[in-house]
Protein backbone atom coordinates (compact mmCIF):
# COMPACT_ATOMS: atom_id res chain seq x y z
CA UNK A 1 0.00 0.00 0.00
CA UNK A 2 1.26 3.19 -1.07
CA UNK A 3 -0.82 6.05 1.03
CA UNK A 4 -0.20 8.79 -2.10
CA UNK A 5 -1.62 6.11 -4.70
CA UNK A 6 -5.15 6.48 -5.93
CA UNK A 7 -5.20 3.21 -7.24
CA UNK A 8 -3.85 1.55 -3.97
CA UNK A 9 -6.41 3.30 -2.24
CA UNK A 10 -9.55 1.89 -4.49
CA UNK A 11 -8.05 -1.74 -3.71
CA UNK A 12 -8.00 -0.62 -0.22
CA UNK A 13 -11.53 0.34 -0.09
CA UNK A 14 -10.75 4.44 0.57
CA UNK A 15 -12.06 5.22 -2.10
CA UNK A 16 -15.17 3.43 -4.07
CA UNK A 17 -14.82 1.94 -7.09
CA UNK A 18 -17.41 -0.37 -9.28
CA UNK A 19 -15.93 -3.59 -8.37
CA UNK A 20 -15.84 -6.49 -10.81
CA UNK A 21 -13.65 -8.99 -9.96
CA UNK A 22 -10.75 -9.70 -6.66
CA UNK A 23 -8.75 -12.77 -5.24
CA UNK A 24 -5.60 -12.52 -3.41
CA UNK A 25 -3.51 -10.76 -6.15
CA UNK A 26 -5.65 -8.90 -7.85
CA UNK A 27 -7.91 -6.47 -7.91
CA UNK A 28 -10.70 -5.28 -10.78
CA UNK A 29 -13.12 -2.41 -11.21
CA UNK A 30 -14.76 -0.17 -14.26
CA UNK A 31 -13.02 2.79 -15.67
CA UNK A 32 -14.47 6.01 -14.43
CA UNK A 33 -13.89 6.99 -18.06
CA UNK A 34 -14.57 4.26 -19.96
CA UNK A 35 -13.77 4.52 -23.97
CA UNK A 36 -15.87 1.11 -24.81
CA UNK A 37 -19.03 -0.81 -23.82
CA UNK A 38 -16.42 -2.79 -21.47
CA UNK A 39 -13.71 -0.97 -19.70
CA UNK A 40 -12.21 -2.60 -16.64
CA UNK A 41 -9.00 -1.86 -14.94
CA UNK A 42 -7.31 -4.94 -13.47
CA UNK A 43 -4.51 -4.04 -11.21
CA UNK A 44 -2.30 -6.32 -8.87
CA UNK A 45 -2.80 -5.49 -5.30
CA UNK A 46 1.09 -4.90 -4.65
CA UNK A 47 2.15 -1.65 -5.52
CA UNK A 48 4.31 -1.80 -9.02
CA UNK A 49 4.42 1.53 -10.08
CA UNK A 50 4.37 0.43 -14.04
CA UNK A 51 5.66 -2.54 -16.61
CA UNK A 52 9.22 -1.08 -16.10
CA UNK A 53 8.94 -2.01 -11.93
CA UNK A 54 8.12 -5.87 -13.10
CA UNK A 55 10.96 -8.33 -11.76
CA UNK A 56 11.33 -11.84 -11.11
CA UNK A 57 10.30 -11.17 -7.62
CA UNK A 58 6.70 -9.61 -8.41
CA UNK A 59 5.97 -11.10 -11.88
CA UNK A 60 3.56 -13.54 -10.31
CA UNK A 61 1.18 -10.61 -10.05
CA UNK A 62 1.21 -9.77 -13.64
CA UNK A 63 0.56 -13.52 -14.25
CA UNK A 64 -2.43 -13.14 -12.13
CA UNK A 65 -3.08 -10.28 -13.96
CA UNK A 66 -3.66 -11.82 -17.10
CA UNK A 67 -5.64 -14.81 -15.77
CA UNK A 68 -8.30 -12.55 -13.50
CA UNK A 69 -8.30 -11.05 -17.69
CA UNK A 70 -9.20 -13.99 -19.35
CA UNK A 71 -12.27 -14.95 -16.58
CA UNK A 72 -13.60 -11.71 -16.39
CA UNK A 73 -13.37 -10.93 -20.04
CA UNK A 74 -15.15 -14.56 -20.32
CA UNK A 75 -17.97 -13.32 -17.58
CA UNK A 76 -18.67 -9.36 -20.01
CA UNK A 77 -19.61 -11.96 -22.77
CA UNK A 78 -16.23 -10.72 -24.69
CA UNK A 79 -16.43 -13.97 -26.66
CA UNK A 80 -15.10 -12.32 -29.49
CA UNK A 81 -12.72 -10.85 -28.58
CA UNK A 82 -10.98 -7.68 -27.07
CA UNK A 83 -8.18 -5.10 -26.60
CA UNK A 84 -5.78 -5.34 -23.29
CA UNK A 85 -3.78 -2.43 -22.99
CA UNK A 86 -0.90 -1.18 -20.67
CA UNK A 87 0.31 2.46 -20.59
CA UNK A 88 3.71 2.66 -19.01
CA UNK A 89 5.45 5.88 -18.01
CA UNK A 90 4.96 9.44 -19.74
CA UNK A 91 5.50 8.44 -22.92
CA UNK A 92 3.51 5.70 -22.85
CA UNK A 93 0.91 7.84 -21.43
CA UNK A 94 0.26 6.31 -18.14
CA UNK A 95 -1.37 8.87 -15.71
CA UNK A 96 -2.01 6.83 -12.57
CA UNK A 97 1.37 5.50 -11.65
CA UNK A 98 0.23 1.93 -10.30
CA UNK A 99 0.67 -0.91 -13.11
CA UNK A 100 -2.91 -1.88 -14.64
CA UNK A 101 -4.33 -3.27 -17.61
CA UNK A 102 -6.89 -1.63 -19.71
CA UNK A 103 -9.50 -3.98 -20.63
CA UNK A 104 -11.27 -2.91 -23.20
CA UNK A 105 -14.45 -4.71 -25.72
CA UNK A 106 -17.80 -4.92 -26.25
CA UNK A 107 -17.47 -3.20 -29.64
CA UNK A 108 -15.58 -3.51 -32.91
CA UNK A 109 -12.04 -2.10 -32.21
CA UNK A 110 -10.61 -0.07 -34.78
CA UNK A 111 -7.84 2.32 -33.28
CA UNK A 112 -4.54 0.13 -33.93
CA UNK A 113 -1.07 1.20 -32.91
CA UNK A 114 0.46 -2.36 -34.02
P1 LIG B 1 -3.67 5.36 -17.66
O1 LIG B 1 -3.88 6.66 -18.39
O2 LIG B 1 -2.76 5.54 -16.47
O3 LIG B 1 -3.26 4.22 -18.53
O4 LIG B 1 -5.10 4.93 -17.12
C1 LIG B 1 -5.66 5.45 -15.97
C2 LIG B 1 -7.14 5.19 -16.04
O5 LIG B 1 -7.69 5.35 -14.74
C3 LIG B 1 -7.90 6.15 -16.95
O6 LIG B 1 -8.56 5.41 -17.98
C4 LIG B 1 -8.89 6.84 -16.02
O7 LIG B 1 -10.16 7.06 -16.61
C5 LIG B 1 -8.96 5.89 -14.85
N1 LIG B 1 -9.25 6.53 -13.57
C6 LIG B 1 -8.63 7.62 -13.04
N2 LIG B 1 -9.12 7.90 -11.83
C7 LIG B 1 -10.08 6.96 -11.57
C8 LIG B 1 -10.94 6.72 -10.46
O8 LIG B 1 -10.93 7.43 -9.44
N3 LIG B 1 -11.80 5.67 -10.55
C9 LIG B 1 -11.83 4.85 -11.66
N4 LIG B 1 -12.71 3.85 -11.64
N5 LIG B 1 -11.02 5.05 -12.72
C10 LIG B 1 -10.16 6.08 -12.67
ZN1 LIG C 1 -0.54 1.79 -5.70
Redesign the pocket.
Known sequence: MNEKC??CK?INGD?P??KVYEDEYVYA???????APV?I?VVPKAHIGSAAEVNAENSVYVAKCYEAIAKIAAAEGLDNGYRV???CGED??????HL?F?LIGGMKLSEKII
Open positions: LFIISAFRDINPQHLINNGGQSVMHH
